[in-house]
């Protein structure tokens, strides 16, 4: 899918950039969709990941464990499998990953769907920035706008931007917002063929296509402010910063 980031500013007339991402009402009939979290590779007893499924401003947010090992994993899955338009990330100040990677499955027919076992379709990856530039005072929410169909959500943290104030090697997220709609009368995909018995005319097997990124925007200090559910305005052509569709890393 197309990934379009739009970095924001930290806050706006004395609210709060999570009081306002909070706030917001989704567009039309996309609505934020609930979520379980199946999957956390690691959290500091202070920060666990359950601070994600708080949907208020006193929220602490999630942190990885001190020293961890990169990447880092959260897996979401929601109550039936949905259509996905945006994920939003709130990034801490200071505790930040370098970059973060998306992938997507759906049940299919006649195979079993748990996390640990499901096969994942990569979505493509966005990158943060390292807000020395703020003096690790403003806090990154990313949009990304996506359009597809889902019922988990994988995401990879990898490994963190160095700074003073990061010693012990941490990436935490403060809030974590999807938006889409609910796909109820949705029907398991059939199961793939066996990739060894799917051959293209020359009688080779079949490539699968690759999936990548496009039109990624690099991050900033400072953006206008705008509602999430509204498309990022066009970037002036001096700060465009387009990103070529990577391949797995």
């Avoid at 979290?37 to 208020?56: F, G, H, W």
């Avoid at 990953?97 to 759906?106: G, Q, S």
Wanted: aromatic fraction near 8%; proline fraction near 10%.
């Amino acid at each position: 899918g197309n990934y379009r980031s739009t970095p924001w500013r930290r806050g706006f007339k004395g609210r709060s950039l999570l009081d306002h991402l909070l706030a917001c009402a989704p567009m039309s009939s996309n609505s934020r969709l609930k979520y379980q979290i199946v999957k956390c590779t690691s959290e500091d007893p202070d920060y666990p990941s359950s601070e994600l499924l708080t949907n208020n401003s006193g929220t602490k947010g999630w942190q990885t464990a001190k020293f961890c090992d990169f990447p880092q994993e959260i897996g979401l899955q929601f109550e039936t499998p949905v259509h996905l338009r945006q994920v939003q990330f709130l990034s801490h100040q200071s505790k930040i990953a370098t970059k973060i990677e998306l992938f997507t499955a759906l049940p299919v027919e006649g195979a079993e769907f748990r996390y640990e076992t499901t096969q994942f379709k990569r979505l493509g990856y966005l990158s943060l920035d390292s807000n020395e530039r703020s003096q690790f005072q403003a806090r990154e929410l990313k949009s990304v706008y996506v359009d597809v169909s889902a019922q988990f959500l994988r995401i990879l943290f990898h490994k963190c931007h160095m700074n003073r104030h990061n010693t012990v090697n941490q990436v935490g997220l403060i809030a974590l917002n999807v938006v889409g709609e609910p796909l109820p009368d949705f029907r398991p995909l059939p199961a793939p063929p066996n990739p060894t018995l799917v051959r293209s005319p020359g009688g080779h097997p079949a490539a699968t296509p690759a999936t990548a990124v496009a039109n990624a925007v690099a991050p900033g200090a400072t953006y206008a402010h705008r509602q999430p559910h509204q498309q990022p305005p066009p970037v002036p052509r001096q700060q465009q910063q387009q990103q070529r569709p990577q391949q797995q890393q």
